[in-house]
């Protein structure tokens, strides 16, 4: 690994590499106990690591050459490091607080495939990496749901980005060729098969160029009024809201939009598992306009680039599409028939019409979560420390 050698002397002991991911389905369901239908992407964050003597953390970023960090881990607090260097510095100091100090300090090498801003969960990659690089280094041998735990704890009280479980669970839990289902409340995990190419079909995200930030106060929102919502039906969450007509015990109207919007993304969930368990991925399309109109209209979280790419995405023949992530701004997901060459071409012009920046595009392969690259060592090559090959078999 030539790139570690940059930043630090000698070679690395371990290199890991984390996953972005995409949703298919399952938006601002996590924060409230709900159901999630994530899958990780072909694009991520490596880590390459080694350990130190000194107690210092010290990370390099190959996006940011000129932003070396050297952090001593006894100093690391909330709000002591801004900028990228605190998703990793976050994670060494939720490791810290559950107990592992992580004594002798570590050297990271970070470097991305995956565009920031984006909506495919860069700073989760980075958290995951830079968790899976950490537990391997100092032997912890932390199971997975738990690394996924303390990435999340990061970014929620080191960061102060209060986000869910489903970005690091994807990153972390996901398996080539599916979906994750993942129940944010009880934490429990299925493989749900998702093989674009094998039904003749593809997913494609379009970034849409328009940039949010999860800690612009918005997302937090959301949180509080689902939160009210929650308090207001008298349940300990919104995913104990079973039906949709529930929700029109709540006076306030916009409550009243947020909740109906969490309980019918739910449901909406729990039947695109269905569908793909059937083997039946084109049926997911019209699920994934209702959660785009329900993410809009009810959640009020779209932008006015999503809105004119789902758009122009049905109007050339996809199947189905949507905003992901957070809102106010990075990618919608496309669901095309293979052949279908217009989508794209379809989203561009529309774009170009408004006098937009053109958007980018990538395919969306359902791909493997974390894994240890290139041992060196000749021990177990092709495994990983974490086990998780091993646990899903
Ligand atoms: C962001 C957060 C996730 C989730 C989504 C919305 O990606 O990081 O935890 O809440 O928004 O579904």
């Keep these: 690994m030539s790139w570690f050698g940059e930043g630090f002397s000698g070679r690395p002991e371990q290199v890991w590499r984390a996953p972005g991911r995409a949703n298919l389905i399952g938006e601002h369901t996590d924060y409230n ?57 976050g994670v060494a100091w939720a490791l810290r607080e559950a107990g592992h100090p992580l004594t002798g300090g570590a050297s990271l090498a970070v470097d991305s495939d995956l565009p920031p801003g984006a909506g495919l969960s860069s700073s989760a990659a980075l958290e995951c990496a830079a968790a899976l690089a950490l537990d391997g280094l100092h032997g912890l041998g932390l199971p997975r749901p738990e690394l996924a735990t303390l990435a999340q704890r990061a970014e929620n009280d080191f960061v102060g980005v209060p986000s869910g479980i489903m970005d690091q669970s994807a990153s972390l839990l996901s398996r080539a060729g599916h979906a994750l289902l993942l129940d944010c409340r009880t934490g429990a995990t299925a493989d749900v098969p998702l093989d674009p190419a094998a039904a003749g079909l593809a997913l494609l995200i379009i970034d849409t160029g328009a940039r949010h930030a999860l800690g612009d106060g918005r997302y937090a929102q959301r949180r509080r009024e689902c939160e009210r919502a929650a308090a207001l039906l008298g349940v300990a969450s919104l995913r104990d809201v079973t039906s949709p007509a529930e929700t029109g015990r709540l006076a306030d109207p916009v409550l009243r939009r947020r909740a109906r919007h969490v309980v019918t993304e739910n449901e909406r969930v729990e039947r695109a598992a269905g569908l793909l368990t059937g083997g039946d991925l084109a049926g997911v399309g019209a699920l994934l306009c ?29 199947l189905g599409a949507r905003m992901m992530g957070g809102g106010f701004g990075g990618s919608v997901l496309a669901l095309v028939p293979a052949g279908r060459r217009a989508v794209g071409p379809a989203i561009a012009a529309e774009f170009e019409r408004r006098g937009w920046p053109p958007p980018a595009f990538f395919p969306a392969v ?28």
Excluded: C, K
């Design 33 to 89: 106990q709900g159901w999630v239908l994530p899958f990780a992407l072909d694009l991520g964050v490596t880590v390459a690591a080694g350990r130190r003597g000194d107690g210092v953390l010290a990370i390099r970023s190959r996006q940011a050459p000129g932003a070396p960090a050297d952090l001593p881990l006894a100093a690391l607090a909330p709000g002591a490091v801004t900028g990228w260097a605190a998703y990793p510095a």
């Design 290 to 318: 209702a959660s785009h109109a329900s993410l809009r209209d009810d959640f009020e979280v779209s932008w006015p680039e999503a809105d004119v790419a789902v758009d122009a995405a049905m109007a050339a023949g996809a």
């Design 366 to 393: 359902p791909s493997a979560g974390a894994s240890r690259l290139g041992r060196a060592d000749g021990e177990g090559a092709g495994t990983d420390d974490n086990g998780a090959g091993a646990e899903r078999g």
